[in-house]
């Protein structure tokens, strides 16, 4: 109780002493410190001191502000897409060449047989066309059946109506020799084309033909499974100046300066399988062209197109040996191959499985002639082949072919003088010749058309006419 009692008075003293805070009026607690003590309090003004310094002793920090970076762009390149057209065998006979010849000044005069193809030529990116005869000179002559040798005004006349190069490997390659063979190349340049199949010499037969097609690089090789003369002598030829591959000749005009006669050449020993032959023409020999296909690949080449000239003259189809040969070469990492000599053949469509990537590969067994006489062992007849190259990243392939008919008129004038023009075969659009079309002429290239659609159209394969490819 008494521990109670003594906390009880605590609680009421410590009231006591809070009572005056707690019921005390609400008023300025100075005021009324004032009025209590009877004490004046003086509060002194309040004294503003500016802390603005003048602007000469002003500092300015300024921090650098880290700039963000840009925001990342991915570019995307367009896919490149190009259209190499390869036509058949040019092959100037002497019905050809005499259709041709002007009597009174000897010139030979080419423009008018082609002119009627040359927009289909030209329509290309690329144009190839298969040379049979040399342009050896005129100091060989021209009028041996089984040696061909045409006029320099040829090579001219190919340049105008389009093609850009020809292909020089076929059984002719050595009729007039080693200086032939270097005679016809430099007319060709001459001309402003370019070539392949034939070569002055080794080492410039060690370069592959790989051109720039509109940023497509594709390489042209070229071969024969024959030739009627053969070289067994060591290579003699010294080495000409280089023209640098990778792009095309420049154009030359046509010019009036006379030709030389050229030599003709020193005797040639025949054997079947010479050891100088393959210094100047390419062979077809499985080794040689394997090694070909990996120096193009090495020189750059996005595509590779091999020409060759095989098979039996005049056959229908190919034979069982070009079938093999053909799967061989293609097994090499080749993208198209386009055959020469026999008529008319089919065109094959391979699907190859590689890597994971399915690859669409296409064989012309034969595209036939671009203009002969239609004499014995020439069909008369061909079709211009164009073959569709994407680019798409680091990979090219073939995305389909078009074939264009070709009909090679074959007319006599009232002087009986025959006249030939190469004619594209079109429904519904008539040619430009200058030479009428006789009913016989209508009816031939009607043929030619169903024909032709018989044997090469497949549309569930891309392989399709000209008209309705473009």
């Not at 082609?114 to 009028?143: H, I, K, N, Q, S």
């Not at 045409?150 to 390659?173: C, I, K, W, Y």
């Not at 053969?230 to 290579?235: C, G, H, L, M, V």
């Amino acid at each position: 109780m008494r521990n109670a009692a003594k906390a009880l008075g605590t609680l009421v003293a410590i009231l006591a002493l809070c009572a005056p805070l707690i019921l005390w009026p609400g008023e300025d607690p100075q005021s009324s410190l004032a009025r209590s003590s009877g004490v004046t309090l003086t509060i002194p003004a309040t004294v503003v001191v500016p802390t603005t310094l003048a602007s000469a002793q002003t500092t300015t920090t300024t921090t650098q502000r880290t700039p963000e970076p840009p925001p990342t762009t991915t570019t995307t390149t367009a896919p490149l897409e190009v259209t190499v057209a390869v036509a058949g065998d040019v092959i100037a006979d002497r019905q050809v060449l005499s259709s041709v010849r002007n009597e009174e000044t000897g010139a030979h005069d080419f423009g008018p047989v082609f002119a009627p193809m040359a927009r289909y030529l030209a329509r290309a990116d690329y144009t190839v066309a298969c040379l049979e005869p040399r342009l050896a000179g005129p100091g060989y002559g021209y009028d041996d059946e089984n040696l061909l040798n045409a006029p320099r005004e040829l090579a001219f006349a190919l340049r105008q109506a389009g093609v850009d190069m020809v292909a020089t490997a076929n059984r002719h390659s050595l009729d007039f020799g080693v200086e032939g063979v270097i005679g016809t190349l430099d007319r060709l340049e001459s001309a402003g084309l370019a070539h392949t199949g034939t070569y002055r010499s080794s080492s410039e037969r060690a370069v592959p033909r790989v051109i720039d097609v509109h940023g497509i690089r594709v390489a042209f090789l070229n071969y024969t499974d024959r030739v009627d003369r053969a070289i067994s002598q060591p290579e003699t030829p010294s080495e000409p100046d280089s023209t640098s591959e990778g792009a095309s000749l420049p154009e030359t005009q046509v010019t009036s300066q006379p030709e030389d006669q050229g030599t003709p050449p020193a005797e040639v020993q025949m054997t079947s399988s010479p050891q100088g032959t393959a210094s100047y023409v390419g062979l077809i020999d499985l080794d040689a062209v394997r090694q070909d296909v990996k120096m193009a690949r090495l020189y750059g080449a996005d595509a590779v197109i091999v020409i060759l000239n095989y098979g039996e003259p005049l056959g229908t189809g190919p034979t069982d040996e070009q079938t093999i040969l053909t799967r061989q070469i293609l097994s090499f990492g080749v993208d198209a191959i386009v055959g020469t000599r026999p008529a008319v053949q089919t065109i094959a469509h391979i699907v190859t499985y590689s890597s994971w990537k399915i690859t669409e590969k296409f064989v012309a067994y034969s595209v036939g002639d671009l203009v002969s006489s239609g004499g014995k062992d020439n069909p008369g007849h061909g079709f211009v082949l164009y073959l569709k190259l994407k680019k798409e990243g680091l990979r090219t392939f073939l995305t389909g072919v078009n074939y264009l008919p070709v009909y090679i008129q074959a007319s006599t004038t009232e002087e009986k003088r025959l006249l030939f023009r190469v004619l594209p075969v079109t429904p519904g659009i008539e040619p430009s010749s200058d030479v009428p079309l006789t009913p016989d002429d209508r009816l031939r290239m009607t043929q030619l058309w169903e024909d032709l659609r018989q044997l090469l159209y497949r549309p569930d394969e891309n392989i399709v006419p000209l008209v309705a490819g473009f």
